[in-house]
């Protein structure tokens, strides 16, 4: 069975799975700040998530109400949380960008990211110089297909 230990800051309440079947782990910002707009800001979670598997990791999503009720989009959309960043200074944190025009503020407890935990496979990786072995594939290129 897989195991998820997450820390949480003291005083952070409104974090968590909010029904039976969400996907995603709320957590919430450990500070009030304030984003100017076209301005971004690092929020920070608190959060700290350790597995005990080596073949899921937890990555990190804004909310889909934030771009809606607050203008704010997460700047790298996706964070990936490497399996070795679980130290006591390892918290989650959200690069939030203000897209709109007025300031945002983001009050301490309330709700910004989501954690989804993802299977993936690491395959080992053989590295070439002839780039040849390509060219039997090629689309054309970035944009080739409209």
């Known amino acids: 069975m897989t195991e998820a230990i997450i820390y949480i800051p003291e005083g952070i309440e409104d974090v968590g799975y909010k029904t039976r079947d969400s996907v995603g782990y709320d957590i919430c910002s450990i500070e009030t700040v304030k984003i100017p707009p076209k301005t971004s800001k690092l929020i920070d979670t608190g959060a700290i998530v350790k597995l005990n598997r080596r073949d899921i990791f937890p990555a990190v999503f804004v909310r889909s109400s934030l771009p809606v009720k607050k203008n704010l989009i997460m700047l790298n959309s996706v964070g990936i949380i490497d399996l070795d960043y679980c130290g006591k200074e390892d918290s989650i944190k959200l690069n939030l960008y203000n897209i709109g025009e007025k300031e ?27 780039i040849k072995i390509f060219n039997k594939n090629s689309r054309g290129g970035f944009g080739s297909t409209d």
């Open 104 to 130: 945002v503020v983001i009050k301490k407890g309330e709700r910004i990211g989501q954690i989804i935990f993802l299977k993936f496979e690491k395959p080992e990786i053989k590295k070439v110089s002839n």
